[in-house]
């Protein structure tokens, strides 16, 4: 008996043995794998800091005669009456004589409302019709405000606000639909007056940056009134919902395209897509962060490849340095396919805009980015007029007065360490 335990004790060290000598060449491979993944994720924190570093030292300055833009007038189109705008202070100036106008209620939505001169006139206006009796109703998101101070974001109690955080339960933070902004901007007069497009609240956008905005005056208003009340609703308290229905129309020469997190619809992206699939001779768009998915990536190389003239106008630096890398990383690919690229200079670019064939038009606040696209909330407006679709034109060749095209012989012969970093900035995509 006392063999036979021996025999069993020294089987199990054997065992024992060969299972330690067995473990170092599994703990040796994950060990590996677990410095290259630092490694890695080291080299895009390098990266990352050093671009944040410039970002800082960086600073945007329109050039001394100003960037160029156009002044245009209304375009017909059935029972509306459309306006693009190109120019900050021209658009708040037809927004705040609208307001002052206002008899019944104003709806105002933005997605960052700045404590400077243009956000102050904006609430002093506001409260002006408030107090005359108008029904005032503002909603702005919180995280797109984080740096305005609390005292300006409180408004006179005759102003309904609703602040939008998606995080209102401690268990919402498991819900990633949660995460998403009210990236939205809008204002709605009397429900026959609305404005929609790329413009947030504040001084430098009046004069600095360059954005587009859409001024709608008729029947299509409505559809901006309610689709301003449906998101009031869903989010306000029951008591102070909005009960005003403005009855929408099916109108084939304008639709309204709204990205709902919540509820996982994203019709923005299909529209784009549905878009450019259709279209036959040129693609004019204009994005202040062109980091679109394969698909609308796809969509548009094989435009580019049937003989349609694609064109890319995009901020040569943007506000965020991070997606102008991440941005470039596609341009290889993009300019193989023959798609044009154009960095906008010195100004920062903003709009989100397209034009298509000279009858198609897209203006709203959705960037072609993961967030916009299956992320935020979202609001675009499209348009089938050719009237329109020649002044999106005309806007985009006076923008492109002020951009450089990206050509493919110089872009393939940038430094190694640039080339690099845009690889290695790659993956970061999916979240910006």
Known sequence: MRNNHNAMRNNHNVVRGQLWLRRPRFSSVWRAVLYL????????????????????RRRFRSPEAGFPYLRLGEVRLGENQLQLFSYGQDLYEAML??????????????????????????KEHLAAKAAEGVNVYVIFDIFGNLVVPRAFKRFPSSIRVLQFWGLRRPWHLLDPRRYAVDHRKLLVVDSHIGFIGGYNLGSLYATEWRDTHLCVRGPAAMDLAQSFVDFWNRFCRKSNRITTYYPRSFDPTIALHTNDSMRLTFPIRDMYIGAIDRAQRQILLTNAYFIPDHILLEALEAAAQRGVDVQVLLPQSSNHILADWAARGYFTRCLAAGIRIFGYQQAMIHAKTCTIDGQWSTIGTA???????????????????????????????????????????????????????????????VGL
Request: aromatic share 10%; proline share 2%; net charge negative.
């Open 97 to 122: 004589a609208a307001i002052d106008g206002a008899r019944e209620c104003i709806y105002l939505e933005s997605f960052i409302w700045k404590d400077d001169g243009v956000g102050r006139t904006f």
């Open 37 to 56: 993944v630092g490694a890695f994720v080291g080299a895009q924190a390098l990266v990352v800091i050093g671009l944040s570093v410039v970002a800082r």
């Open 367 to 429: 960037n072609l980015d993961r967030l916009s696209s299956v992320g935020n909330y979202e609001i675009n407006i499209e348009i089938y007029s050719e009237e329109l679709a020649h002044e999106m034109e005309a806007l985009f060749t006076c923008d492109k007065t002020n951009a450089i095209e990206v050509a493919a012989e110089r872009w393939g012969i940038r430094p190694w360490y640039v080339k690099m970093s845009e690889r290695l900035l790659s993956p970061l995509r």
